[in-house]
């Protein structure tokens, strides 16, 4: 069984790699267009594909379907409110980023505002995806693989602590690899690859489960058991105890998911490399689609696996490596490994190329080597890059032991996500709003939320009146003081977007219509599992 089940996994493996070379080894690797941005030559199929699996890494798969697993419907939140924050994406924020030309988020406050924010948001993002980021992903990566391929009995190494700390070397260094030597297009294709059979895994795995459910009686047989045994699993309104209360829907937990997918460095930058707006707003709201399909292969196999281990005395965050190992067969379970790996691979090194690419454009040429080539900026890059993924494979190992993944990554991230997204929107709302207003949302911001979760005696105030609202009461407080200097002490000229000439702005006929259905589905999706 582990013969077969490795076989199928390094051949799939193998496969990605080899296509994705193939079809990527003539690209620019050289200048910071080609490396950086793909040479703004990405299609909607590609975009749409690298935004998917960029998103769908392991502390989704794993920490999404563990939270599940111990809350049940209701954290399909992460998937379903995503959907209306990417049609934000597609139609106001994706047709100012290419107005600008830009090939990272700071850029754009640099034009909005001055080179001071741009730095200030150059260090946040670049210590958040070191500390936050990317040691999430390696961690919650080894841990699904882990149980998935049962590396303990594969290896014969018994000690936890031994192979958590392997496995995290050995995915960090092969993701490493991809994301320095290759650029964000050896990124996009192999994600776009590896998208593909993530998602056929992903509904493999949810018709096995139900088969086992039902004991081989059926999909449909399998369904209605669950409903009858956890009818409370299945309702999409979380309740106040859980990690996602419906009212929550409408505060933190929609400006996260506004900030993940619109602000975020680490997801928009295939978007920035679009080759026309037509073509980005098709991408985007392709991904809407995908996203709307997210709870059945990223919610539902963690309630199928309460149903089936709870009884077993499982960890939540161990329950879909166990529910693979043991519903699928072993040729399959080693394909599905593959894509995990790949998935793992395509987050982390999304995240490490956003990370160079911060790093290069953002602090090497702007701050400590104005005049330097691209080749010398590249050059830079990969060795920074270098740098931070041995960062991460240190830290990665330390984060064993936290009761929610998922939970934990939402809640880490909101420190940085809320301030951006705050200094995002005024900026691009504003003409007057001055740069000194960003900067104390940005550092202010950063603090109010990283006393309000461990500083005392501020630390009660999130559970008083829970960590989401929380921050979204921080997010309406940094608004209100920007808009409040920039009514004291504005610019004194109104700022002015320049439209850089980068890219072709004719938007995409269908972006509107579109976008309004899939808001609707989201309606109905909740609507559907209201009380169940």
Known sequence: MHALTLASFLFFTGLVALITWRLTRRDDHESTSGYFLAGRTLTFPLIAGSLLMTNLSTEQMVGLNGAAFSDGLSVMAWEVVAVIALVALALFFLPRFLRSGIATLPQLLAIRFDAGTQLITNVIFLIAYAVILLPIILYSGAMGLQGM????????????????????????????????????????????????????????????????????????????????????????????????????????????????????????????????????????????????????????????????????????????????????????????????VGAILSSFNSALNSTTTIFSLGIYKGVLKKDASDEQVVRAGKVFGWIMAIVTMTIAPLLAGQESLFGYLQKMNAIYFIPILAVVIVGLLTKRVPPMAAKVALVGGCLLIAAGYFVPPFDKLPLIIHEFHFVAGVFVLLVAVMLLIGRLRPRDTDWVHEYSGDVDLTPWKGAVPAGIVLVVLVVIIYAAFAGT
């Open 149 to 340: 391929l049962d590396l303990q009995g594969l290896t014969g190494i018994q000690s936890p602590t031994v192979l958590l700390w392997l496995t995290v070397w050995i995915v960090g260094i092969i993701g490493a690899i991809y994301a320095l030597f290759g650029g964000l297009r050896t990124v996009a294709v192999s994600d776009t690859l590896n998208g593909v059979g993530l998602l056929v895994g992903g509904f493999v795995i949810v018709y096995f489960g139900l088969q086992a459910v039902s004991a081989d009686g059926g999909l449909l047989e399998g369904w209605s058991i669950l409903k009858e045994s956890d009818p409370d699993k299945l309702n999409s309104i979380g309740g106040p105890e859980q990690q996602v209360p419906f009212f929550t829907l409408f505060t933190g937990v929609f400006l996260i998911n506004l900030f993940y997918w619109t602000t975020n460095q680490q997801i928009i930058q295939r978007t920035f490399a679009a080759r026309t707006l037509a073509e980005g707003q098709k991408g985007v709201l392709l991904t809407g689609f995908f996203k709307l399909l997210g709870p059945l292969y990223l919610v539902l196999p963690g309630i199928i696996a309460y149903h089936l281990y709870a009884d077993q005395g499982v960890r939540a965050d161990e329950a879909y490596g166990h529910l693979v190992f043991n519903v699928l067969p072993p040729y399959l379970t080693g394909f599905f490994a593959a894509v995990m």
